[in-house]
């Protein structure tokens, strides 16, 4: 399939405006086709085409939406080795790495057709008349409608599962959604080949050509348009705080504001309990710096801080990580732009009051991110709220604490995390159980004995928390819950029932209902 380097609007390509080019990830050099960069009249033209095929989208039966969703995975599967190929020149990333995502990828395209299909996510509710009630009560009929179009906002560090056709595009897509996403500009052929898929995916489902569009570019000014466009009615992004942090600002600034869900920052903590410590600190100190390194450090749940109770089991977990990281090679990193503020963070981070170098990775020559593991007493870290900062890339620390109390003070005044590990053994139970309350205010996964890095795409699975880890601590952009992002819930009252919604008419609707109040299948 060939790249065009054209933006598609509603099924058509368009190129008009400047062009920019792709990046190599390894060089930094320029390489390949003109990419045209969408113009404000392209935002309208994708925006006016989602909000007119909205209605038509979000009213076809729920067995035709699933039967999209499978396609357009078929016809992500179907680019094989070019999609590969492609997303390693522009990422970095390897080729091992590349397929699993796209694993992930068509994986969580056909679950959420499973999903839509369940029809559970409607949260249907049917509450009977009473006449005889003083006052009488009304018939009341409730489900979860679309919100309508959608901005997706692809991230750079998963160019496939959380890109053009990722975790929010699948989500907004089962809940009924159209979506006009804004391609991140260090992966366009990667954008391109993808939204060949969908486009095509999209007309062979005879669903109308509005019902997704794809926009580059390289100014923030063409999100802001999208975000700012009042067809738009919700915002799906994962990147930076700041990126994050403008979107939403944007958004609250409209005539008509509307939700962001950003995934922006965390540094997920772990704590190593005592008994587990003493136990077993050299296969934690290998495992950490394994997770810490693992695909240069570019996971938005990489293990940015650990913490343990000083003596010698910490001394000996820290002389294993050193020695560990030694093996550490430097790995290409996604952007130029990237390992520079990947370096740049890493050395503020260096010079900060009380923070020592433990170890470093192998030297990373050009744009690779070296390895680095850095310690600080409990005391200088709570003195500095700086050392929160996510330094994005394999680096993390290590906070040495006096006791449990201290664990649970640094705990207890972190920002919101995405996820928090406990690694214990059945001897640190009781002591565990006493930190339970801190962690689940914290972050939106609580995870015991493994590392964070690695999110399955499940029913019961949150990739979320309270700010700044996202924009909206209630919601997650991974797993069948993240329709519920935009989704809202629309009652029915008296509704005479040729009027109703067919699944809330008398009768089985296939799926769970709450019948005056009770669950009936
Ligand atoms: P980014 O700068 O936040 O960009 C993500 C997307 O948002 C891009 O499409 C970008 O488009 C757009 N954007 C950013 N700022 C904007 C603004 N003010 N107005 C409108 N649109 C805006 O993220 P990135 O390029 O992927 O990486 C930069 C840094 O983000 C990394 O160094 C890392 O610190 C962080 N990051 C964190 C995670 C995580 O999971 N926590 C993931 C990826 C990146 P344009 O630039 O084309 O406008």
Redesign the pocket.
């Known amino acids: 399939m060939a790249i065009t380097g054209e933006n598609f609007i509603a099924g058509q390509r368009r190129s008009s405006g400047t062009t920019f080019r792709a990046r190599s990830a390894d060089s930094g050099e320029e390489f390949g086709e003109a990419f045209a960069a969408a113009t404000s009249q392209d935002v309208i033209d994708a925006c006016k085409a989602a909000a007119e095929a909205q209605d038509d989208f979000a009213s076809r039966p729920l067995s035709e939406r699933a039967a999209f969703l499978r396609l357009a995975a078929d016809k992500i599967d179907a680019l094989g080795d070019t999609l590969t190929q492609r997303a390693m020149k522009e990422t970095g990333l390897p080729e091992a790495r590349l397929n699993g995502e796209r694993g992930r990828t068509v994986g969580q395209l056909r679950l959420f057709a499973d999903e839509v299909e369940n029809g559970g996510w409607q949260k249907l509710r049917i509450d009977h008349a009473n006449a005889d009630r003083t006052p009488p009560k009304p018939d009341l009929r409730l489900r979860m409608i679309p919100l309508g179009p959608v901005a997706v906002?692809?991230?750079?560090?998963f160019p496939l599962a959380f890109s053009v056709a990722g975790g929010d595009t699948a989500s907004a897509f089962a809940a009924g959604c159209c979506v006009v996403v804004?391609g991140?500009?260090?992966h366009p052929g990667t954008s391109e080949l993808v939204a060949q898929a969908l486009t095509e995916a999209v007309a062979e489902s005879g669903l109308p050509a509005g019902t997704f569009s794809l926009l580059n570019?390289?100014?923030?000014s063409?999100?802001?348009a999208l975000v700012k466009d009042p067809r738009i009615a919700a915002v799906g992004?994962?990147?930076?705080r700041?990126?994050g942090l403008?979107?939403m600002k944007h958004a609250a600034e409209r005539e008509v504001p509307i939700p962001v869900f950003a995934?922006?920052?965390?540094i997920n903590p772990v704590t190593l309990m005592p008994a587990k410590l003493n136990d077993a600190a050299e296969d934690l100190a290998k495992a950490y710096v394994g997770s810490l390194s693992m695909g240069a450090g570019q996971f938005?749940t990489n293990p940015g801080i650990v913490l343990a109770i000083k003596g010698e089991a910490l001394d000996r977990f820290l002389a294993a990580a050193k020695e560990e990281l030694k093996t550490v090679g430097g790995q290409t990193m996604l952007t130029t732009?990237?390992h520079k503020?990947y370096s740049e963070g890493a050395s503020r981070l260096a010079k900060r009051t009380g923070a020592e170098l433990l170890g470093m990775g192998e030297e990373a020559p050009g744009t690779c991110g070296q390895a680095q593991v850095y310690t600080v007493s409990a005391d200088a870290f709570l003195a500095d709220k700086d050392f929160e900062e996510?330094v994005?890339g394999p680096a993390s620390i290590v906070i040495r604490c006096d006791d449990l109390a201290q664990v649970k003070q640094v705990l207890s005044g972190l920002e919101g995390q995405l996820t928090t590990t406990l690694h214990m053994t059945e001897a640190d139970h009781a002591e565990a159980a006493s930190l339970m309350p801190v962690l689940e205010k914290l972050a939106g996964r609580i995870i015991a004995n493994s590392w964070p890095t690695g999110v399955d795409v499940t029913h019961a699975m949150v990739h979320g928390g309270p700010f700044p880890a996202t924009s909206d601590g209630r919601s997650t952009s991974v797993g069948t819950l993240a329709i519920d992002r935009f989704l809202r819930p629309v009652s029915y009252q008296d509704m005479p029932a040729k009027l109703l919604p067919s699944a809330l008419r008398e009768g089985t609707p296939g799926c769970l209902v709450r019948i005056d109040g009770e669950y009936r299948a």
Do not use: V, W, Y
């Open positions: 906002f692809g991230a750079s560090n804004k991140h500009p260090a570019g390289t100014e923030n063409l999100g802001e992004f994962t990147g930076s700041g990126g403008a979107l995934e922006m920052s965390s938005c732009g990237i503020a996510e994005f």
